[in-house]
């Protein structure tokens, strides 16, 4: 773990093809519980993955991945666990306006904006990663899209949030994405201005807490909490008591 804004947060796997790829666990959960380490596993893009880093993520269990990555995304730079042994590979794109569109389009003020539109438009998809999760139950789940920040975030918001973990270390964890991809963002940013003649603007590239702040504030007003959320978008009771047991470590 590594001290982020007076909190620790996970730090990321050492993998040659990846920098963003931290254990879930390890946060405090409700009621004095801890969210378990090696079930969850939030990430960048998979596709640089060498051979080694593949073997290690199979010494962890990894194995189920759910790629949130757009058609284009994937189609662009395939993951490098989409036909390894003994993990199950399954995509379930989620659009967000930036990456999976390869920075065209009209670029959002906010980052803010795009996990509202997420939990707005996206809450089947987001029901369909938790059951994908739930049937492998025995295995370590890894889910990530391009950075590890926006459509990842909002998904280990919603895993954080079941299990009880305080608000603060949310958004702690969701920051830490900006410190962990600086060199990345950095690269990013000067293809796209390569590639298409202009930058996208800096908050594309870095995860200021007010944006998952935002979120967390759309979720509380409209939904109250993301239990009722994910049960508004189709999760059954069963499902989200799976998910809990998942996350939290068996009491001593």
Not at 102 to 112: D, N, S, T, V, Y
Not at 138 to 156: E, I, P, Y
């Amino acid at each position: 773990m590594e001290k982020q804004e007076s909190l620790w947060v996970a730090k990321p796997l050492k993998l040659a093809g990846a920098r963003n790829v931290r254990d879930l666990g390890g946060y405090p959960a409700e009621d004095g519980g801890t969210v378990q380490s090696g079930r969850f596993y939030r990430g960048d893009s998979t596709a640089g993955l060498t051979g080694e880093d593949v073997r290690l993520l199979q010494q962890l269990g990894v194995g189920c991945v759910v790629d949130l990555r757009s058609g284009q995304e994937t189609e662009r730079a395939p993951s490098a666990l989409r036909e390894t042994p003994g993990v199950d590979y399954y995509a379930v794109p989620m659009l967000d306006q930036v990456t999976s569109s390869a920075f065209q389009g009209k670029l959002p003020e906010r980052m803010g904006e795009v996990y509202v539109e997420l939990l707005t438009h996206m809450g089947e998809q987001f029901v369909r990663i938790l059951e994908l999760f739930a049937a492998h139950r025995g295995r370590a789940c890894l889910f990530h899209c391009t950075a590890g920040k926006d459509r990842t975030g909002v998904t280990a918001m919603l895993l954080l949030l079941l299990a009880g973990v305080p608000r603060e270390v949310v958004i702690a964890d969701y920051s830490a994405t900006g410190l962990y991809m600086k060199e990345s963002f950095a690269q990013q940013k000067r293809w796209a201005e390569e590639t298409f003649g202009k930058a996208p603007p800096d908050h594309v590239f870095s995860s200021d807490p007010a944006e998952i702040e935002m979120a967390l504030a759309y979720l509380e007003e409209e939904y109250g909490t993301a239990r009722d959320y994910l049960r508004q978008n189709g999760a059954s009771e069963e499902l989200l008591r799976s998910i809990r047991e998942m996350l939290l470590s068996p009491r001593g």
